[in-house]
């Protein structure tokens, strides 16, 4: 040993020389460690950015199918595309392995630019004002709408078509069945088409019950005006 203290600071719980150590076992440990702790580090940073991409391509996956999937009912309804048309062919398939080749972050990268291809798309078609993705409530009223129409056009044909005197007994087995089965219908159809991904969808319950059951008022509410006014 020499007479100068060679003076140490610790750095992640290890003890570091900051003055150059004599050749040795001991030294040769420090400097392994040392290097094994800088190792450790850059891993540590390494995986949590590749977890960090991770996380985003799947939402951005989400996104991308949540997108993609009213555009292929427009395709096939409003300009007759077939289906068919719609199924990507094998060189297109190999293209899209090319473009996720590389890991989480190629994989947001493209997810990311399909998603811009999809907003453009949606600009040419129905504009700018609409080309982006829809709030929950207003996507989730497109699907419980049509089938609360659907309900309050089934009450509206029993009634004419009813017999007298049996009026009541279609209204209550259509004012307790009819409303359930629209909601249990439109639930099931927002998880089969904006579902499949980690996030669960945001189905609304309430204004699902509330639109599912308008329908039932406004027959209660003809029919009283009706009884009224005879």
Known sequence: MTDQQQEQETTGGIPVQTTPAAPGPWSDYLAATQRLDAVRRAASAAAGE??????AARQELSAVRARLAPQAARMVRDFGVPETELTPRPAELEAAMRAV?????????????ARQTADAA?????GPAL????RPWVRNLLVYGPFAAAVLIV??????VAPSGSVPTYALLCGLSMPVLAFGLGWVTIGFVYGGGPAPVDRTPILG??????P???TCMGVGLLAFFR
Request: proline share 5%.
């Open 209 to 214: 019950a509330v639109t599912c059951l308008t």
């Open 101 to 113: 080749t590389g890991g989480p972050a190629a994989v947001l990268a493209a997810l990311q630019q």
């Open 122 to 126: 949606d600009a040419t078609i129905i």
């Open 216 to 218: 039932v008022l406004l």
């Open 50 to 55: 590749q977890q960090a991409a991770v996380t």
């Open 131 to 134: 080309a982006g993705p829809l």
């Open 155 to 160: 009450q509206i044909v029993l009634y004419l």
